[in-house]
């Protein structure tokens, strides 16, 4: 067995396991220079994540593998890392873990963890939000200055309402604006205060933005509220993110939003960056917000659109509104990609029809890890030339074997 290893955190030895396994392949980046990373912008990443219980999303074998979602911490944690019970609708519980020193940075990278995924609730008061997510998702094809667009109208709906908007690049293909608020709101109110939020941005920029929920009727810019849901993680400041460059979710300036660019942000660059201009966050606690003013003009727009479900067909499975068929339910993204590579050279003179947005890639959650469905909307398929539904090319089953308490989840 070889010798234990050890990282000096603030004068303290963390014990470290393989510290020269590579996470990122095309950089050489190992899990040791991870944790150096995180130790070089530690103020901004607990500021993000200290005193929240989190979802240890742990990349075991590298970024070339799909991680596995953690949601207990494990018994045989340090004494430095704390835990706290979340309940579930499932019935089931778990203990979370949560940090709050540069130590329990080090401890959740040495698991495999390469972002890290904060619930928006402190430790002590597990009901009540303080924060108020908003996550940009763009539809294929959608540049990233209109994403740019887009947060800038969020941030103005968030002032109107009597909200502070901070912006950070999500370091994939979004963009995240997140607002303190009140620790007085439950989650089924904070989650309708940033539903509408989504509703008043479409409204202004309807050109740009979408609040639709179901992702074949989305156009442009989805203003996902569904960040603010119970049991949803997002990666916080600082996370490095697993993309082949090592990218960085980078808290910043309003200032330095319309011109910014998410390759300018990553390993290499954020910590001289952090070093040289501090922390564009660190006011962020400061100056909690109220929920009022956007409860208040949740009342005046109104019930939200219901999605359409299956009547008289004793299913209740919702009818989609878009003619969509599914081409495969896989394991992997590249598995995914392989398939519907497949599916297009089936259907050369389909697919010429289909818009960026008609192909819906979706990573959809199992018992601890993604799994990829993807399906064609044909609406740009003139009706005579649509493929019927076909057996699908790839049928992989995440709940096969499973028997669980999230098994009521399955699709």
Not at 236 to 257: F, I, K
Request: hydrophobic residues 40%; aromatic residues 8%.
């Amino acid at each position: 067995m070889p010798p234990a290893r050890h990282l000096d955190v603030d004068g303290e030895p963390v014990p470290i396991t393989h510290p020269d396994r590579v996470v990122f392949p095309d950089l050489g980046f190992t899990k040791l220079d991870l944790m150096r990373y995180y130790l070089r912008v530690a103020d901004g990443a607990l500021r993000g994540v200290a005193d929240r219980p989190m979802i240890l999303k742990r990349f075991v074998k590298g970024i070339g593998t799909e991680a596995v979602f953690q949601k207990r911490a494990p018994k045989n944690r340090p004494a430095f890392v704390d835990v706290a019970e979340l309940r579930y609708a499932s019935g089931t519980s778990a203990q979370e873990a949560v940090i709050d020193d540069a130590r329990g940075l080090v401890w959740a990278v040495n698991l495999g963890c390469v972002d890290l995924n904060p619930h928006p609730v402190r430790a002590d008061d597990l009901a009540h939000p303080d924060e108020l997510r908003i996550d940009l998702d763009p539809m294929p094809g959608v540049p990233w200055s209109q994403i740019l667009d887009v947060a800038l109208v969020v941030r103005d709906v968030l002032a109107d309402h009597g909200l502070t908007g901070w912006p950070k690049t999500s370091g994939s293909r979004g963009f995240h604006i997140y607002a303190r608020i009140e620790r007085r709101w439950p989650f089924r109110q904070v989650r309708l205060a940033a539903q509408t939020v989504a509703r008043e941005v479409e409204r202004r920029a309807p050109a740009l933005a979408t609040s639709r929920w179901w992702k074949e009727e989305r156009e442009g810019v989805f203003v996902d509220f569904n960040q603010n849901a119970f049991d949803r993680t997002t990666a916080s400041a600082y996370s490095v993110r697993a993309t082949p460059d090592a990218r960085v979710s980078t808290p910043l300036t309003w200032d330095e939003v319309p011109d910014c660019r998410p390759a300018d942000f990553t390993v290499a660059t954020v910590p001289d960056r952090f070093a040289e201009r501090g922390d564009p966050w660190e006011g962020i606690d400061d100056t909690p917000g109220r929920l009022d003013a956007l409860l208040a003009l949740a009342e005046e727009l109104g019930p939200p659109p219901r999605a359409p479900r299956g009547a008289g067909k004793g299913t209740g499975r919702r009818v989609p509104s878009k003619p969509l068929i599914e081409i495969a339910r896989t394991k992997t993204k590249d598995e995914a990609l392989a398939a519907l590579q497949q599916w297009r050279e089936r259907h050369p003179e389909v697919a010429a029809h289909l818009a960026p947005a008609d192909v819906l890639v979706d990573g959809m959650r199992g018992p601890s890890s993604l799994w990829y469905r993807v399906r064609i909307n044909l609406q740009h398929v003139p009706e005579p030339q649509r493929p019927p539904q076909e057996p699908l090319l790839a049928d992989y089953d995440p709940w096969q074997g499973y028997s669980g308490p999230q098994a009521y989840r399955r699709d």
